[in-house]
C-alpha cells in the first residue's frame, strides 16, 4: 500500500503545468496630459478591477500571466511589471499591490502609440506557451509622435495578438477619440471600451475584462 501511495505522489509531482490560456498584456498611457491624481486614480481603479470576485475567476480560470507596460513617447517606454501567472487568489491578490505600487516614470507629453504597441508585442517572447496573445492599450489621445500606428497594428495582426483598447475621453476635445481607437488601433478582433473622463476608468476597466475574458468563463 505504501508504495502504491508513492507511486501516486510521484505521478502527482510529474504532472505538467497547465497550459496558459491568455497573455495579457495591460499598455498604460502616463504621458504628460495625465496628472499625478489622475495616474493614481487609473492605476487604482485597475487593481480594484482585477480584485473584482468575476474578474478573479476568470483570470485563474486558465492560469492567465498578466504584464503592465507603462509609455508616452517614441522612446518611453518600460516594462513595469513582467509576466505574472496566476494560479490561485493570493497570485492575483500579488498582482493587484504591486499594481498599487508601480510608480509613475518621468512625464512626457507626446503620445507614441504605435511604438507602444510595438515595445507590447516584443514581451510575448517571454509568454509563448499561452494559447491566446492580447494587448489593452489604455489612453486620452491621438498618436502624434512616431506615426507607426499603422505598421504596428499589422504586424500584430500578422502575430495573431489582438489589440483592444479604452479611450480615455477626458473632455470634449477628447470627443471620438474611441472612434479613432476603433478605426486605428484595434485589430480585427479587437473592441474599445469608453471611459468618460478618468473617474469613469475603473468602471470601463472591469467591463473591458470582463468582456475581454468571457470566453474564458463561459
Known amino acids: 500500500m505504501q508504495r502504491v501511495l508513492v507511486i501516486l505522489f510521484a505521478c502527482l509531482l510529474a504532472r505538467p503545468v497547465a497550459a496558459c ?11 504628460g496630459s495625465i496628472s499625478l491624481e489622475e495616474y493614481t486614480l487609473q492605476m487604482e481603479g485597475l487593481a480594484s478591477a482585477i480584485e473584482d470576485p468575476k474578474i478573479v ?3 485563474l480560470e486558465g492560469q492567465n500571466r498578466v504584464a503592465l507596460v507603462q509609455w508616452s513617447g517614441s522612446r518611453d517606454q518600460r516594462l513595469a511589471l513582467p509576466w505574472q501567472r496566476l ?3 493570493n497570485d492575483v491578490a500579488a498582482l493587484a499591490a504591486k499594481i498599487r505600487k508601480i510608480k509613475r516614470p518621468q512625464r512626457h507629453t507626446v503620445t507614441a502609440i504605435g511604438e507602444a504597441i510595438r515595445f507590447s ?13 492580447v494587448i ?17 497594428r499589422a504586424e500584430a495582426e500578422a502575430a495573431r495578438v489582438t489589440i483592444n483598447a479604452i479611450a480615455i475621453e477626458i473632455d470634449d476635445q477628447h470627443l471620438g477619440l474611441s472612434a479613432y481607437f476603433l478605426r486605428f488601433v484595434v485589430t480585427s478582433e479587437g473592441f474599445v471600451v469608453t471611459a468618460r473622463g478618468l473617474p469613469d476608468y475603473p468602471r470601463a476597466i472591469r467591463a ?3 468582456r475581454e475574458l468571457s470566453k474564458l468563463v463561459g
Not at 136 to 152: F, H, I, K, P, Q
Open 21 to 31: 490560456e491568455t497573455a495579457l498584456l495591460l499598455a498604460v498611457d502616463v504621458s
Open 57 to 59: 475567476t476568470a483570470l
Open 87 to 89: 494560479q490561485d487568489e
Open 121 to 133: 508585442l516584443a514581451q510575448f517572447a517571454d509568454a509563448s506557451d499561452c494559447d491566446r496573445m
Open 136 to 152: 489593452d492599450v489604455s489612453g486620452d489621445g491621438e498618436e502624434n509622435e512616431g506615426m507607426t500606428l499603422r505598421a504596428a
Open 208 to 210: 473591458k475584462l470582463l
